[in-house]
T-cell receptor
Framework: DGGITQSPKYLFRKEGQNVTLSCEQN?????MYWYRQDPGQGLRLIYY???????QKGDIAEGYSVSREKKESFPLTVTSAQKNPTAFYLC?????????????FGSGTRLTVV | EDKVVQSPLSLVVHEGDTVTLNCSYE??????LLWYKQEKKAPTFLFML????IEKKSGRLSSILDKKELSSILNITATQTGDSAIYLC???????????FGAGTRLTVKP
C-alpha cells in the first residue's frame, strides 16, 4: 500500500544534541512538507520541497535543516539551535499539480527534550 | 499575513447531538479550503472546498464554503463517540506553496 512512513514514533533528545526525523513516501509525490504541531497552535510549516534537490523555508525554519536527495525521502534534522524542540512533527506529501484530495500525512514523530 | 481562525477551540457534546464547527480565513488569492480530522496521529482528509455555496457531503459530515464571508462550516449530525477528534481547517492560496492551518477544534462526544 502506498503511504508515508515516519520514524521513529517517539524520540528523546538531550540538550545540545542534533536529531534526525525520517520521512519516506512511496506515493511518487513531488512535494513534501514538514509541520510542527504544538497544543493550541495547529500545524506550522517548517520546510517544504517541491522537487528533488530543492527546498524552501517555511514559517518556523530556524533551528531545523532538511535535505531532498531522493524523491522518496525528506529527512528533518532538529539542531541544537532549536531552543524548544519538544513537539509533534508531521510529514506530508502531495502530488503536483494538486488533485482534489488534499495532502497525505505520516503518523508523526513525537520529540521530547530530556 | 494569511491566517486561519477556528471556533470554538473546544466543544463537548453528547451522542446524537449536531455540531457546527467554524473556520474563517484571510488569504491572498484564495485557492481552496480543506478540512481534516485528526484522531491520534495523522490528520485524515475530509473535504476540499473551492466554490462558494456548494455543499460537500460524506455520510453525517457536510461542509460548505462562503467566499463572501471568508468562512466555512463543518457540520456533523447525529454525533457518535468515534467523531471525537481535533478538526483542522486549512487554506491554500495561489501564491503559496503550502497550506495555512487553523489551531483546530477539539470535539469530544460523550456517550
Amino acid at each position: 500500500d502506498g503511504g508515508i512512513t515516519q520514524s521513529p514514533k517517539y524520540l528523546f533528545r538531550k540538550e545540545g544534541q542534533n536529531v534526525t526525523l525520517s520521512c519516506e513516501q512511496n506515493l511518487n509525490h513531488d512535494a513534501m512538507y514538514w509541520y510542527r504541531q504544538d497544543p493550541g497552535q495547529g500545524l506550522r510549516l517548517i520546510y517544504y520541497s517541491q522537487i528533488v534537490n530543492d527546498f524552501q523555508k517555511g514559517d518556523i525554519a530556524e533551528g531545523y535543516s532538511v535535505s531532498r536527495e531522493k524523491k522518496e525521502s525528506f529527512p528533518l534534522t532538529v539542531t541544537s539551535a532549536q531552543k524548544n524542540p519538544t513537539a509533534f512533527y508531521l510529514c506530508a506529501s502531495n502530488l503536483e499539480p494538486r488533485l482534489n484530495y488534499g495532502y497525505t500525512f505520516g503518523s508523526g514523530t513525537r520529540l521530547t527534550v530530556v | 499575513e494569511d491566517k486561519v481562525v477556528q471556533s470554538p477551540l473546544s466543544l463537548v457534546v453528547h451522542e446524537g447531538d449536531t455540531v457546527t464547527l467554524n473556520c474563517s480565513y484571510e488569504v491572498t488569492n484564495f485557492r481552496s479550503l480543506l478540512w481534516y480530522k485528526q484522531e491520534k496521529k495523522a490528520p485524515t482528509f475530509l473535504f476540499m472546498l473551492t466554490s462558494s455555496g456548494i455543499e460537500k457531503k460524506s455520510g453525517r459530515l457536510s461542509s460548505i464554503l462562503d467566499k463572501k464571508e471568508l468562512s466555512s462550516i463543518l457540520n456533523i449530525t447525529a454525533t457518535q463517540t468515534g467523531d471525537s477528534a481535533i478538526y483542522l481547517c486549512a487554506v491554500e492560496g495561489y501564491n503559496n506553496n503550502d497550506m495555512r492551518f487553523g489551531a483546530g477544534t477539539r470535539l469530544t462526544v460523550k456517550p
